[in-house]
């Protein structure tokens, strides 16, 4: 009998079902596809209308593929996070480069060479799940490692510092930076009364202000950015023996930040921005590394250090505690599904591993309360541990059972401890030999709400920080402060900003109070302690400072038309390939243009959709005819003007005159520009874009 008989195809679209005239056989003709079932397993044979009485009639009460789908579907949403909620996670593994059983009995850091498997979650803080990723603010930098003895959440941010010295200020700082709650606006914006209300009134958070008013707060993307753990922390040998640390990650790619008009301009033109760029890196191969650096110091030095080593609100400087690198994170993996896995990893600042331990910091000990409670706000279960990105990779085993969503309950007769029921049935035991034992530090004192002196200075690294950063840092900062006080409503509330800026640097004040249009500078605000006005600059606090020395991995655009220079769109394209650099080409429609080979080429981009801020560098190279039909586009002058204020390298065939000229710009071109001619020429343009910006421009337009 002909397998077939009997049976009747169906076509949904493009998938071609096979149903058995008995419902008995379920396969898919055609592609191979699996049948679509329900949640029971049972194949569905028509998705596309509800079971209903009638042609035109109601629907049935019994239609469960219909019921089950909408329920599902309604339950799709879980709480979002309370802050960071807006993230993209990548997987990937740290390989540690030496044994360092001197230091740690951690097991990752045991042998060279090891490979830990490892998942990372990059945020903003304050913006909601759609917010734009080009939002001025702290990111995130949340990392898991599945090592081999449980998992290890090292929870830092790109800034090494917080605002706040104790967590019970959390709720306060998070309610003061979140849309206000009358209006409900503004979204993932610091610029608004409340935030800088708060943060006037809290002098332990000018060192961080310096920092999320700095370029730091809007990175060119994940790729370019520091981690940081932030608080102090242990880490514990094989004889019980404690060395204090601070926790790294040093980009391999460099550092490398926006400026504010190209974040607004970012944020509107691909809300996705740093989304899409840890996409297309990952996807494309080019794998993003951090070194793990670790500041290593004993009691000694903490007792010496000019600040206290548990206050979340100060560095130590590498200059005073060099950084020393043992391992790498290389990210090589993007998630199988979003929600599965960004949405649903839980991190946990509790969630250390023998030979790692927690100090005192204040703010470390509250975070090790919130981050349990909020998981299970937001996973609606105890069992959140089981879910794949949060499963450990190592055996485990406890007594912990039941609950919402169940999925490993003890297989033994025995579910408690102790028992005498035998290995078979009796379960787990405890292991003091090879189980995590808490570093022994003895305490006392009496028990008091209090802040100590020793966290009193708010103001010495705030200055530090600032006198650290290059010229055009410096501006940048300083703009930020005044964009954001622009946008507060109250002027006492920009006074007193100022007043505490008084004692950081009072050209930093001046220049504020100038921007903001302040008739007089205020006093002052009274500080707790004087402010220490000649801590050594550190070098490494400068973006700027620690170029990358290579383009690598950086994005150029380059504008063509009908009649480009085919030639010197290969030199370009030739040269970027040498440096490993991406090249967009945009162009009047997405379907391309016809160079003067007469070789049709496909654009990347449709300009109005691809303005320069996507951009690293540009290049122009239209035709004469079609300099001049863009001169007339918007589009295209704004591609123009804003690579030129942005302070970008601008390479440019010999007929882009005309866009210039309707730009207003052939006057103004500088050394930013560089005319491309032949292959050398387009070699020196690229080996220019390692300085990334042209900055003498800024300072000459300012
Ligand atoms: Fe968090 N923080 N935090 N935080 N934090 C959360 O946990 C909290 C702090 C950080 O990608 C929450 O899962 C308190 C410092 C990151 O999933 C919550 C305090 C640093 C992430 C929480 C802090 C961070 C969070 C919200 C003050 C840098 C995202 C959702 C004591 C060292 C992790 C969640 C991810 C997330 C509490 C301060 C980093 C509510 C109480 C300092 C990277 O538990």
Not at 43 to 48: A, C, E, K, P, S
Not at 49 to 59: C, D, H, M, S
Not at 519 to 538: H, I, Q, Y
Request: proline content about 6%; aromatic content about 10%.
């Amino acid at each position: 009998m002909d397998d077939n008989e009997g049976r009747e195809a169906v076509r949904y679209g493009e998938a071609q079902v096979e149903r058995g005239a008995g419902g008995e056989t379920h396969q898919v003709a055609g592609d191979g596809r699996p049948s679509l079932t329900t949640q029971q397993g049972v194949v569905v044979g028509d998705d596309q209308n509800t079971l209903r009485v009638g042609e035109r009639g109601p629907g049935a009460l019994e239609d469960f593929h219909f019921r089950e789908k909408i329920f599902h579907f309604d339950h799709e949403r879980i709480p979002e996070r309370v802050v960071h909620a807006r993230g993209y996670g990548a997987h990937g593994f740290f390989e540690n480069y030496e044994p360092l059983t001197d230091l740690t009995r951690a097991d990752l850091f045991q042998r060279g060479g090891d490979r830990t498997p490892a998942f990372v979650r990059f945020s903003t803080v304050a913006g909601n799940k759609g917010s734009g990723d080009l939002a001025r603010d702290v990111r995130g930098f949340a990392v898991k490692l599945y090592t081999q003895e449980g998992n290890w959440d090292l929870v830092g941010n790109n800034i090494p510092v917080f605002f706040i010295q104790d967590a019970i200020k959390f709720p306060d700082l998070i309610h003061a930076a979140k849309p206000e709650p009358d209006r409900g606006f503004p979204q993932a914006q610091t610029a608004h009364d409340n935030f800088w209300d708060f943060a006037s009134l809290m002098p332990e958070s000018t060192h961080m202000l310096m920092w999320i008013m700095s370029d730091r707060a809007i990175p060119r993307s994940f790729r370019f950015m520091e981690g940081f753990g932030v608080h102090t922390f242990r880490l514990v040998n094989e004889e019980g023996r404690s060395t204090f640390v601070k926790f790294h990650w040093k980009p391999k790619q460099g550092m490398q930040s926006v400026v504010w008009n190209e974040a607004l301009k970012i944020n509107g033109a691909d809300p996705d921005f740093h989304r899409r760029d840890l996409w297309d890196a990952i996807t494309q191969g080019d794998f993003p590394e951090w070194e793990l650096g670790l500041q290593l110091f004993d009691d000694d030095f903490a007792d010496r250090f000019a600040f206290d080593i548990l206050d979340p609100t100060k560095i130590i400087p590498e200059e005073e505690v060099p950084i020393r690198r043992v391992g790498r994170l290389v990210l090589d993996r993007m998630v199988d599904n979003f929600f599965a896995e960004t949405e649903q990893v839980a991190f946990c600042t509790q969630n250390i591993v023998p030979g790692i331990d927690f100090t005192n910091d204040p703010l470390l000990q509250g975070r090790n309360f919130s981050y349990l409670d909020t998981q299970l706000k937001r996973l609606g279960s105890p069992n959140f541990t089981f879910l794949p990105v949060n499963a450990p990779k190592c055996p485990y085993a406890t007594f912990q059972q039941d609950g919402h969503m169940a999925m490993a309950n003890p297989a033994t007769r025995a579910n408690y401890e102790p028992n005498s029921w035998g290995p078979e049935e009796g379960g787990p035991r405890e292991d003091p030999v090879r189980g995590f034992q808490t570093f022994a530090t003895t305490e006392e004192g009496p028990k008091r709400r209090l802040r100590p002196e020793s966290f009193a200075d708010h103001y010495s690294q705030a200055r530090q920080f600032y006198v650290s950063q290059t010229e055009v840092e410096q501006r940048h900062l300083a703009n930020a402060f005044v964009f954001e006080l622009s946008k507060v409503e109250r002027p006492d509330i920009r006074v007193r900003i100022v007043a505490a800026l008084r004692n950081v640097d009072d050209d930093l004040a001046q220049t504020v109070a100038d921007g903001l249009g302040l008739a007089e500078l205020p006093e002052p605000l009274p500080a707790a302690r004087p402010t220490v006005r000649d801590l050594a600059p550190s070098a490494a606090l400068s973006i700027l400072g620690n170029g990358p020395g290579s383009f690598a991995g950086r994005k150029i655009g380059v504008l063509i038309t009908d009649g480009t220079d085919a030639d010197l769109l290969g030199e370009v394209r030739q040269a970027a390939g040498k440096e490993q650099v991406n090249v967009e080409l945009v162009a009047p429609t997405v379907g391309g243009i016809t160079d003067n080979a007469g070789n049709r080429v496909e654009a990347d981009q449709k300009i109005d959709g691809a303005p320069s801020v996507l951009y690293d560098a540009v290049v122009l190279l239209p035709s004469a005819e079609g300099a001049a039909t863009l001169a007339r586009q918007p589009a295209a002058r704004d591609f123009v003007t804003d690579a030129f204020a942005h302070c970008k390298f601008i390479g440019h065939g010999p007929d882009a005159a005309a866009l210039f000229e309707s730009t207003g710009l052939g006057s103004l071109t500088d050394d930013g520009f560089i005319r491309l001619v032949d292959g050398a020429s387009t070699e020196q343009f690229i080996a220019r874009c390692a300085e990334l910006r042209f900055w003498d421009r800024e300072a000459a337009l300012a």
